[in-house]
């Protein structure tokens, strides 16, 4: 009869790439037991293990609990492993459609970090945006601050729960008659850029910033004292002669997310602008628009 080649805890574990710690939990939960243990209490461990451990290892790999492992092990059929590869490739599929959206959230957030080290602040100029999709929140124009804090919180609990962040700071909606009266803190929507198709979206949290020509102007320090930023963008439009579109769009680039000083954060605060066009008979002395290019 041939020799039964075996090895010590130690040995074993050197040879299956394991802390030898490892091997004696696995032992004292009863998922992968030595082939003996000697009289003065080492465990032995033989050749024949070396498969059945590899495979307990490739269970883990798979996403099994060790609990699971053990009770897989103790029962195991063709059709047992069959339903165990289902269940598992269901969840192989959900880990790869998590890690994708995270790496979209992390590439986002470097490009906007790039985007935010050339940025000129405190000035207007014209641009032309595409279009956006956002998830808007419920309306909290005119409401107190704790309806506020009420509203934005389940609005991110409603963007996080339905996977719909793309990565993007929060941002927030101003209404024309309120950004053009001194009156721009009181925000009429709170809003969350996403690339998910807006059809996963609640009809009524859809919200597309159109594309088209926008003045725009970045602010440098806290987002919440934007009087300096829009008294900028009203004297642009009124020297333009630009009638501004219904909302003004305040977007996050540098946030708390990356920085601890609030002097350090930019906010991004756009308006759509048009030319407005003279009445029949008046005659325009003004310099010309500036074209959105």
């Known amino acids: 009869m041939a ?3 075996t090895f010590h805890a130690g040995e074993f574990a050197q040879l299956v790439g394991v802390n030898k710690k490892t091997l004696h939990y696995y032992d004292a939960i009863g998922v992968f037991q030595p082939d003996s243990v000697a009289e003065n209490g080492y465990r032995c461990y ?4 070396l498969y059945p451990f590899y495979m307990l290892r490739t269970l883990q790999q798979l996403g099994l609990s060790l609990a699971q492992i053990k009770a897989y092990l103790e029962t195991r059929s063709p059709e047992s492993y069959a339903a ?6 269901k969840w192989l599929q959900q880990e790869i459609h998590r890690y994708q959206r995270m790496s979209r959230l992390v590439d986002n957030n470097i490009q906007l970090l790039i985007f935010s080290r050339n940025l000129v602040c405190a000035t207007v100029t014209l641009e032309n945006l595409p279009a956006a999709d956002f998830v808007q929140s419920a309306s909290v124009r005119g409401c107190s601050l704790t309806m506020r804090e009420k509203v934005i919180s389940q609005h991110v609990r409603y963007c996080q729960d339905k996977e719909l962040s793309a990565g993007y700071p929060m941002g927030a909606m101003v209404a024309r008659q309120d950004f053009m009266t001194d009156n721009e803190s009181d925000v009429s929507y709170y809003m969350t850029q996403t690339d ?5 979206v609640a009809s009524l949290y859809r919200r597309q910033r159109p594309a088209g020509c926008y003045a725009v102007t970045y602010l440098q320090g806290d987002y919440m004292e934007t009087a300096g930023a829009y008294a900028l963008l009203r004297d642009y439009l009124a020297q333009h002669h ?3 579109g219904p909302y003004s769009y305040e977007e996050g680039i540098v946030d708390e997310m990356s920085s601890a000083d609030a002097g350090h954060y930019i906010t991004r605060i756009m308006v759509a602008a048009q030319a407005v066009l003279p009445a029949v008979g008046d ?9 959105c290019e």
Do not use: C, M
């Open 3 to 5: 020799k039964r080649i």
């Open 46 to 49: 033989s050749a024949q293990q």
């Open 84 to 89: 165990l590869l289902h269940r598992q490739q």
């Open 196 to 200: 998910k198709n807006l059809r996963y």
């Open 242 to 244: 630009l009638q501004p």
């Open 283 to 291: 005659v325009v002395t003004a310099e010309p628009t500036r074209s």
